[in-house]
């Protein structure tokens, strides 16, 4: 199957701060998807994002399939950004996803 | 818009009882996915159905079990309950054909084996 990395494994920002949540995988992947888990374990879906580029408001996020990367960006952090972000994707049409490791957010205000 | 729903939210169990949990995919999804999160840990793969038939099969201990039903919800299946199983269980529905196979994740089950 496919390997997923995530970088950096940990961040801490003063809210207000922007941050970059990078995402590498070792094989093509069918599609790429971020989620934010909040503390209470709950997987939030923020991006579907195969290619190219997505913006839902402070959050953006961008795939380079062929250069097998994703990005994703916060802007202008908030405490309740805090949680770990993972990606995800399957290597085939409806497959199974692979998660990274997961980034751990911590947001102080 | 109609989510994934899991149940129950919570469960307790003792070591070597058994425990089933439910999934009930968005409607007209055709897919689900059941996943294994441990503490500290990203999510697993355990097994997936497609129109009711098994379609792939990750690291599920042979103590679990999982089948679709003909109203597409899901069950898992675990016997024989040890303290490693302790963790979030998610269930994530997708509709095959769709123009994005995006898996919509549920808020998962949360079992505890003491």
């Known amino acids: 199957g496919i390997q997923v990395e995530q970088s950096p494994p940990d961040l801490i920002l003063q809210e207000g701060a922007n941050s970059t949540l990078r995402c590498n995988f070792s094989?093509?992947?069918?599609?790429l998807q971020w989620f934010h888990q909040n503390p209470w374990g709950q997987l939030i879906n923020l991006f579907y994002?195969?290619?190219g580029t997505k913006q839902n408001g402070r959050l953006s996020a961008t795939t380079v399939a062929t250069e097998r990367y994703s990005l994703l960006y916060i802007s202008s952090s908030q405490t309740t950004d805090s949680g770990v972000y993972f990606c995800?994707?399957?290597?085939?049409?409806?497959?199974?996803?692979?998660f990274g490791d997961g980034t751990t957010l911590t947001v102080k205000p | 818009a109609a989510g994934v729903i899991q149940s129950p939210r919570h469960l307790i169990k003792e070591k070597r009882e058994t425990a089933t949990l439910k999934c009930y995919p968005i409607?007209?999804?055709?897919?689900v996915y059941w996943y294994q999160q441990g503490p500290g840990q990203d999510p697993q793969f355990l097994i997936s159905?497609?129109?009711?038939?098994?379609?792939d099969k990750g690291s599920i201990p042979d103590r679990f079990s999982a089948q679709q039903f003909s109203d597409y919800h899901s069950e898992l299946n675990m016997s024989s309950l040890e303290l490693g199983d302790s963790a979030l269980y998610f269930c994530?529905?997708?509709?095959?054909?769709?123009?994005?196979?995006?898996?919509?994740f549920g808020p998962g089950t949360r079992l505890t084996v003491l």
């Open positions: 994002i195969p290619s």
């Open positions: 409607p007209r999804h055709d897919t």
């Open positions: 159905f497609y129109e009711k038939m098994q379609s």
């Open positions: 094989d093509s992947v069918n599609n």
């Open positions: 995800a994707g399957p290597n085939t049409n409806a497959g199974k996803s692979t």
């Open positions: 994530a529905s997708s509709l095959l054909l769709a123009s994005t196979d995006t898996q919509y």
